[in-house]
């Protein structure tokens, strides 16, 4: 199973749809409904029930059946749409808390009883992405950050590079509460991420990881995630796994040299094909 179809089919499907409107296709299809009574009363109005001398102009229920036909072809394609995304956010969904169970099974003391239920994908909106790596000097990328945001954000990465890594992962783990969803989640994900594999922690580190690939997948942290994610696996034991997960980096984002760097020296420490 390659791991682009675990998470990317997902994400380069649904999110352009996430981001065109506030409504829904649910909201449009209801829209489209109502419009086809209000036509469906004026055919009825344009109906005569006997003899009258006043002439319709030319061609006029002509076009009314013209808008009808175009409007049920419009609402069987929102139909056909609603579908399709209905079936790539549970499929989504579904390979997601797969690749979760395969991580608890590679961790000793692991209690797949407590994973819980993985929420269908595009229940939320986007964050928009934030072009600097999660160890760097945070940027707004144009989305303005709450107060003492960057200061906080700062302060985790300084324990991080440091090496105090208790402080680090707890830092980051109360930013991610004190901003939720904010323009720096992923690299907060990626840098504790970090920090728990500091402590040892490879399996939680490594859900770190896959939350910030799979939530985040265009933004700048997403390299540094996704070579991230397989070099975890591949310390968990499941270098078939890791080795996949590496070769979709330079696909992935071919024009990140250095992630593409850290996973093909990654490949070479597991031997990949």
Known sequence: MRLGAIVLSCALTFAPIAGQTQETLGDIRQDMSVLFVEIQKLKRELSTTGGTSVALPPGALDRINAIESELQRLTAKTEELDF???????????????LEFRLCELETGCDIGSLGQIPTLGGESDVPAVPSAPTTAPQSGGSELAVGEETDFRRAGEALAQGDFQSAADQFAAFRQTYPGGPLEAQALVAEGQALQGLGNIRDAARRYLDAYAGYPNDAAGPESLWRLG??????????????????????????SDAIAQADAAKTRFNCQ
């Open 84 to 98: 399709r995304v209905g079936r790539v956010a549970e499929d989504g969904a579904r390979r997601l808390g797969d």
């Open 231 to 256: 070099a975890a696996l591949g310390e968990l034991g499941n270098v078939a796994e890791a080795c996949v997960t590496l070769n979709e980096v330079s696909g992935r984002y071919p024009g990140s």
